[in-house]
């Protein structure tokens, strides 16, 4: 099947998207879930408390969260994939619908502990991707005055992970003199913004948790399929059905240490 005015593009494997097609039968009614990523192993580090306080309005606002501790996590492709803190941190992104990135700023970008754990994480493993269609939002902590890398940065990062990166963000300048000696964060225009940024997520979650697979379903991907599958079909093989995939859920004693969960 052929259209006039668009004879490159394959009809049969063409989607018009229509708003009935986003309307489901029921949405999901457990929790969303949210998984909290953090940059840093000190002691005090402020990226893990910003990530903390993110984690306790999230849970006011009805979300399940995860907080992922990075301590014991090795440098990419040091060690198999198979490795404890490799598994765990896959596990927690395939059980996640949305996502929290925290990193301070080293040298204009990115810290190498926060990098790592999104180098851990593929963008497909067999039919398997574990961020693909997953919300995010993005904040950073700076030690002086305030900066944007690291936000742009890792909006880069999400969305080559194919993930729903919403509109607002959070950075967080001198946090040094934004947290008490209890290492919550103090009231003032940066904390609400971090209210602003979790709200958003929240609410982008709801939408979109249901409806992740057909908003990320590519043209030319069912092209590419429906090709190979006529080539099998040529060459007289039967194809067989794939396994869905198994989701681990994580255990919530894992997630971060010193029980700051």
């Given at each position: 099947m052929t259209m006039p005015d668009l004879p490159h593009i394959a009809a049969d494997v063409l989607d018009t998207p229509t708003l009935a097609k986003l309307a489901l039968p029921a949405?999901?009614?457990?929790?969303?879930?949210?998984?909290?990523?953090?940059?840093?192993?000190?002691?005090?580090?402020?990226?893990?408390?910003?990530?903390?306080?993110?984690?306790?309005?999230?849970?006011?606002?009805?979300?399940?969260?995860?907080?992922?501790?990075?301590?014991?996590?090795?440098?990419?492709?040091?060690?198999?994939?198979?490795?404890?803190?490799?598994?765990e941190l896959r596990a927690l992104s395939?059980?996640?619908?949305?996502?929290?990135?925290?990193?301070?700023?080293?040298?204009?970008?990115?810290?190498?502990?926060?990098?790592?754990?999104?180098?851990?994480?593929?963008?497909?493993?067999?039919?398997v991707r574990p961020t693909?269609?997953?919300?995010?939002?993005?904040?950073?902590?700076?030690?002086?005055?305030?900066?944007?890398?690291?936000?742009?940065a890792l909006r880069v990062l999400g969305r080559w992970m194919r993930m729903v990166v919403i509109p607002n963000q959070s950075s967080v300048a001198k946090a040094w003199q934004e947290f008490d000696d209890a290492g919550r964060m103090k009231p003032s225009p940066f904390y609400d913004r971090v209210v602003d940024v979790m709200e958003e997520l929240f609410k982008f979650t709801l939408m979109v948790r249901d409806r992740s697979d057909y908003l990320v379903d590519r043209y030319s991907e069912r092209?590419?399929?429906?090709?190979?599958?006529a080539l099998l079909v040529a060459a007289g093989v039967t194809e067989e059905a794939a396994p869905a995939p198994v989701v681990v859920e994580p255990a919530k004693t894992s997630c971060c240490f010193s029980g700051a969960c």
């Open positions: 949405d999901s009614s457990h929790p969303p879930r949210i998984l909290i990523l953090y940059g840093s192993l000190r002691p005090q580090s402020f990226s893990r408390k910003l990530a903390l306080e993110a984690e306790r309005i999230l849970r006011q606002f009805g979300a399940e969260t995860r907080v992922f501790d990075p301590h014991e996590l090795p440098i990419l492709d040091s060690v198999p994939n198979t490795h404890p803190k490799v598994q395939l059980w996640s619908e949305g996502q929290v990135w925290v990193s301070p700023e080293r040298h204009g970008s990115v810290t190498a502990v926060f990098k790592n754990q999104i180098d851990w994480l593929p963008l497909e493993e067999g039919s693909q269609g997953r919300t995010l939002a993005v904040m950073q902590v700076s030690g002086g005055s305030q900066s944007f890398n690291v936000v742009n092209k590419g399929a429906a090709e190979a599958h």
